[in-house]
């Protein structure tokens, strides 16, 4: 290996470090496909303390009808809750993002919020990077990769995706949506921390006697959040044992206190159209989590949606 490409080892080791006060936040997320996406929005806006927003985006997603869904479902449920957390205000910060997956690796589909990712990212600089939080699939993040190459060393990715590389496939609905754009992502040289769903994340359940415990009654929101996660596995189970895995929260969690998370430093695998992992020895390094310690997560989680005047306020 020549000096050159230990350099830039180097260089990217650095840029994986965990980062020190404020936090510059991009949330890319297909919110309107699920019920815990939700949860990802409020933890985010109630951690002002150490993160701020500059962008919550919308990812293309396909629901149980075969076919794309429409992006304007994400907008609206995005719309409703930071009503319901008192911050309409942040609406101006959101953003449509493309409406499919991008159709190769080298064919980028160009929205609002590629075209915003790319010039925000121009105010932040190799050592200190705008954060882009995307817990769906990964396509806008690619689109703007494409478009500008050189964003690359202005973010650190933090990326729900995959499954542990410990399963026989890295099949999971993120990954698998839009595998171009995961490869193109994991090609780019940026700074990578990859949090994979099954057998990692798959951790962070909640059952119905918890989220009754934690949620039902507290305030409008915690209730709204509580009926949603009732409806939702009311048609998928009638199992009275069910648990439900709030899968989007961990990236957030990572941002807040690194000691929550497990991970380790790893190359930089291959994507491929087969939804596996191809471990290489000569690319760039990325962090791969393999660990999550739930309790601390959902105990912090829980207590800033009990006290939204304290967490969601506006602070300026």
Same mark, same amino acid.
């Given at each position: ?68 869904? &429409? ?47 790319? &010039? ?27 478009? &500008? ?124 159209? &087969? ?42």
């Amino acid at each position: 290996m020549n000096n050159s490409m230990l350099e830039k080892m180097a260089q990217q080791l650095l840029r994986l470090k965990h980062p020190e006060g404020m936090v510059d936040v991009i949330l890319d997320t297909d919110l309107g496909c699920e019920v815990d996406d939700q949860f990802a929005l409020v933890y985010l806006v109630c951690a002002q303390e150490k993160l701020r927003i500059r962008g919550i985006h919308t990812a293309p997603f396909e629901g149980a009808v075969k076919g794309f869904q &429409d992006p304007e479902t994400s907008y609206i449920e995005i719309e409703k809750i930071l009503r319901m957390l008192g911050r309409s205000d942040l609406m101006s910060l959101v953003r449509r993002g493309s409406g499919r997956y991008i159709p190769s690796e080298t064919e980028p589909e160009e929205s609002e919020a590629v075209r915003a990712l790319i &010039d925000i990212s121009k105010e932040y600089t190799t050592e200190n990077p705008l954060y882009v939080v995307a817990i769906g699939a990964i396509s806008n993040v690619a689109s703007a990769l494409l478009l &500008d190459p050189t964003l690359k060393d202005r973010i650190c990715i933090l990326w729900l995706g995959t499954a542990g590389m410990e399963m026989e496939t890295a099949m999971e609905y993120n990954f698998s949506q839009d595998n171009a754009a995961a490869r193109v992502v994991f090609a780019s040289g940026a700074p990578l921390i990859l949090f994979p769903c099954k057998g990692v994340t798959s951790h962070l359940q909640v059952t119905e006697p918890e989220i009754a415990y934690w949620l039902k009654g507290k305030n409008e929101l915690c209730q709204y959040f509580y009926d949603n996660i009732c409806s939702y596995m009311a048609v998928r189970t009638d199992n009275p044992c069910w648990n439900k895995v709030i899968w989007d929260i961990v990236t957030i969690a990572w941002l807040l206190n690194e000691s929550w998370v497990q991970d380790r430093v790893i190359t930089t695998p291959v994507p491929q159209y &087969d939804h596996r992992l191809t471990r290489v020895s000569d690319g760039l390094p990325m962090r791969y989590v393999y660990y999550v310690d739930r309790d601390p997560i959902f105990q912090d989680l829980f207590r800033r949606m009990h006290d939204l005047e304290t967490f969601a306020s506006r602070k300026d």
